[in-house]
């Protein structure tokens, strides 16, 4: 059974920097496109980052790009999420997700919530103006 948990998240200023872990148990890394969504108070859950199976293609949304970085540690089976430069918009509960499918995935895939099979609880994440 595969699970996915985050952890990492807190209170932070403006400015700040966080860095949120994506551990996923049952299968490695590779077999899995990793994204992380989060979902601000009142809002839909959006995407926010990808990363490929192979693990070089990352993808990211507009608002986070330049800011945000995903990677992963195979060894340890954990994803992360740096996040730099915080700003109060970016407070939000973070979810990591797994994608199972072994299939060719594009954009809009990669940025669809349905596209994932495996879900974490998720981390809150806040930033202090």
């Known amino acids: 059974q595969v699970q996915v948990v985050e952890s990492g998240g807190g209170l932070v200023q403006s400015g700040g920097s966080l860095r949120l872990s994506c551990v996923v148990s049952?299968?490695?890394?590779?077999?899995?496109?990793m994204g992380w969504f989060r979902q601000a108070p009142g809002k839909e859950r959006e995407f926010v980052a990808a990363?490929?199976?192979?693990?070089?293609?990352?993808y990211y949304t507009d608002s986070v790009k330049g800011r945000f970085t995903i990677s992963r540690d195979d060894a340890k089976n954990t994803v992360y999420l740096e996040m730099n430069f915080l700003k109060a918009e970016d407070t939000a509960v973070y979810y990591c997700?797994?994608?199972?499918?072994?299939?060719?995935?594009?954009?809009?895939?990669?940025?669809?919530?349905?596209?994932?099979?495996?879900w974490g609880q998720g981390t809150q994440v806040t930033v202090s103006s």
């Open positions: 049952g299968r490695t890394l590779s077999r899995y496109l």
């Open positions: 997700a797994a994608d199972r499918s072994l299939g060719w995935v594009d954009l809009d895939y990669i940025a669809r919530q349905s596209s994932y099979d495996y």
């Open positions: 990363l490929s199976r192979s693990g070089e293609n990352p």
